[in-house]
């Protein structure tokens, strides 16, 4: 106990007893991560955690099975391949990342950091004849366009002056 | 055992959100740009390798690759039942779960150094050709991403472990695991894109 209290007290004076009653007065003194952050009260449990690694195992399977079926044509093979890896992607980001649940800013960050460089190195790809798709250009500036309007929008709402949030200091004395 | 009066203190935010969680955010969303530099470099040189000795479709094991990344992909399960266990005050539990986490991060790791120990017994090494490294610079810099990881996760275990990470910061888990689920989803697009797209065509 002495540690606890920053080192004022040299010998331990109380009993186990009153050590114990301090130690349970000094616990429901310190607010829960709940308390802390309530946007955790809307993130999904375990349960559906484990269902949605079922679903990114199963679209795994799907891809490698894909890979070796010989029937099926390159350029639709390429499409299906990107679409199981983007769905899997989404699904970490929106259910493990909570970007489905947490706050938008969030999601405009990350979102608006994907598409940037996903437009960069798409236009680098075509000048450099890597790919030959002008309709991906624009399509990518499209989606540059629409990120950039919903951060205007976002900057543009009321935002509630400085706030305080409190947090925990870190360590523990002792 | 020394239980803490844990402190708060308060920390202006002019966006109502945690600091340090935007910050985490910003920084992914930076390291979208340095992996899909990476990324698009391979693709460039690797439309190129075809003519060489050395294709993707040769050099590949993809059932290999795909057992390691479904690794990796199981990993994201067990980080985010660490944090849940964190967050419903279950210390125990989710110091298992995040030690499961980095033990599925090292056999990845393993399965990696493996992997690109039989790629240079066959001759494809680092200075063999454009292709080569930056097929070696990519997965390398993923590799160290999640090298840097697994010690970050080790760190949660150690702190958690030694009641330097009390329940309610939740947080500091929490911004680990946005780092290793990025590692993950980067990874689900080098599998798709650098593993067996190039190996299919």
């Known amino acids: 106990m002495s540690e606890v209290l920053g080192g004022y007290i040299q010998e331990p004076t109380l009993s186990a007893g009153d050590e114990r009653m301090v130690e349970g007065t000094a616990e429901a003194s310190v607010p829960s991560a709940l308390e ?9 449990g375990p349960f559906q955690y484990v269902m949605v690694a079922v ?3 199963v679209a795994t399977l799907l891809e490698v099975a894909l890979f070796y079926i010989k029937a099926i044509p390159t350029g639709l093979l390429i499409a299906l391949l990107l679409g199981l890896g983007a769905f899997k992607f989404a699904m970490v980001v929106l259910w493990f990342m909570h970007l489905r649940f947490d706050n938008a800013l969030f999601r405009r960050v990350f979102v608006g950091g994907l598409v940037l460089a ?7 790809l075509v000048t450099f004849s890597s790919l030959r798709a002008l309709w991906l250009i624009l399509l990518a500036l499209a989606l540059v366009a629409f ?3 919903s951060l205007v929008r976002l900057q543009r709402r009321p935002v509630q002056a400085e706030t305080v949030v409190a947090q925990p200091s870190g360590a523990e004395h002792g | ?93 989710a110091r298992t779960w995040l030690m499961a986490t980095a033990l599925l991060g090292m056999t990845f790791l393993g399965g990696q150094v493996y992997e690109f120990t039989r ?10 050709n454009s ?19 697994i010690l970050m996760l080790l760190s949660l275990v150690g702190m958690s472990a030694d009641g330097r990470l009390p329940t309610h910061r939740a947080e500091t888990v929490e911004l680990v695991g946005l780092y290793w689920h990025f590692v993950d989803i980067v990874w689900i697009i080098i599998f798709a894109v650098v593993y067996l797209i190039p190996a299919a065509r």
């Open chain 1, 147 to 149: 990120v950039v309007v």
């Open chain 1, 118 to 124: 996903f437009t960069l190195y798409l236009i680098v």
């Open chain 2, 131 to 149: 292709f080569a490294t930056s097929f070696f610079v990519l997965t390398g810099t993923h590799g160290t991403h999640v090298a840097i990881g």
């Open chain 1, 36 to 44: 802390l952050e309530p946007e955790l009260a809307r993130h999904p």
């Open chain 2, 1 to 93: 055992m020394a239980h803490g009066a844990t402190e708060t203190h308060e920390v202006h935010t002019s966006t109502g959100l945690s600091n340090a969680k935007v910050a985490m955010w910003t920084f992914l969303a930076s390291e979208c740009l340095l992996f899909g530099a990476l990324i698009s470099s391979f693709l460039l040189y690797e439309s190129r390798a075809a003519t060489s000795d050395i294709s993707p479709a040769k050099l590949y094991d993809i059932p290999y690759t795909s057992v390691s990344s479904f690794v990796l992909l199981m990993s994201s399960l067990t980080m985010v039942l660490a944090l849940a266990a964190f967050q419903r005050g279950d210390a125990p539990r």
């Open chain 2, 119 to 128: 790629f240079v017994q066959e001759g494809f090494y680092l200075t063999k």
């Open chain 1, 55 to 57: 679903v990114l195992a």
